[in-house]
């Protein structure tokens, strides 16, 4: 058995993920004509249910495409798959689960008209963790120069989609640069995301991060942390418009994502931030914790 065992539930059958499952037709495949959502376990239960789901919704009337399943089916079907891994794997701990609803198949050609049926993937495996020195000397970052995000007028960022280019090649270049991350501007120049996560800052005690009008995905981690979380722990927060000249003045930097939630970032372009066990980011990730582990007990009906 592999170290690293994926397990996969395309249309509700169950395989493993190396194994080829879908269409050559198939409109995820050929153009990207896809949505996709993920979710995380804490204590075995799926984080933030609800809110995934409602993004989800988001991102399928954006693209004119019908969700033909459920929350009730598709959670019935995840719990299959995660026994299938477990099974498979021979493994507990936090997973990843990620749900990919794609246009389906038919003749090739653009034309929406031309889809049959939407199609579903499910991949469980293992969620990943912040390395140790990663969590103690934080992430070094990257500025992209060569590509700027999409414009909302062009291909909305907000929109969780199967096609990931830009994001792809802006991270080609920070790593290319020996960095872990990119910074990726807006057109305006202003400072947006990073590559799968969004970008947050601490000055004076309080937190910044770019408004939802810089072109972002609305993260679900950073909903939560501004819908409260950051209040429970005593930390002011504002959306500000932020250029690369300010980083200088900014005190900490941190990233927020789904399967990590809070990650210190060090470095960005030689521009060094605050890493420590006082910092407002480790703050912060102790409030998250709590709060995950408050909705794990008031959601037994969502175990995994």
């Known amino acids: 058995m592999p170290m690293h065992y994926i397990q996969a539930n ?38 933030a249910w609800e809110e995934h789901w409602g993004r989800m919704r988001a991102s399928a009337q954006a693209l004119h495409m019908k969700l033909e399943v459920t929350p009730v089916g598709v959670l019935s079907e995840i719990r299959r798959t995660v026994a299938a891994y477990r099974e498979q794997a021979g493994r507990s701990g936090e997973l990843y689960i990620r749900l990919q609803i794609t246009r389906g198949g038919g003749p090739i050609g653009l034309d929406i008209a031309l889809a049959d049926k939407t199609d579903f993937l499910l991949i469980v495996q293992p969620c990943p963790e912040t390395a140790p020195e990663k969590a103690r000397a934080g992430m070094r970052l990257s500025v992209a120069t060569s590509l700027r995000r999409n414009p909302v007028q062009s291909l909305d960022p907000a929109w969780k989609t199967g096609n990931y280019l830009n994001n792809l090649l802006c991270l080609r270049e920070a790593r290319a640069r020996g960095a872990d991350d990119v910074v990726i501007l807006n057109i305006a120049g202003e400072v947006a995301e990073a590559s799968v996560s969004n970008i947050a800052f601490a000055k004076s005690g309080k937190i910044v991060t770019p408004p939802l009008s810089a072109g972002i995905l609305g993260g679900i981690t950073r909903a939560l942390v501004l819908g409260g979380i950051a209040a429970s722990a005593g930390i002011e927060v504002s959306e500000e418009t932020i250029l690369p000249a300010d980083l200088g003045s900014m005190d900490e930097c941190f990233l927020l994502s789904t399967t990590k939630d809070i990650v210190p970032v060090g470095e960005i372009d030689g521009v060094r931030f605050k890493v420590a066990p006082d910092s407002v980011a480790s703050r912060l990730k102790a409030a998250f914790a709590r709060a995950a582990d408050d909705y794990a007990c008031a959601h037994p009906e969502l175990a995994a």
Do not use: K, M, Q
Request: without cysteine; charged residues 15%.
């Open 10 to 47: 395309t249309n509700g059958r169950l395989h493993p993920a190396g194994e080829p499952s879908i269409s050559p037709l198939n409109r995820g495949f050929l153009y990207g004509d896809a949505i996709y959502e993920v979710w995380r376990t804490y204590h075995g239960v799926i984080f």
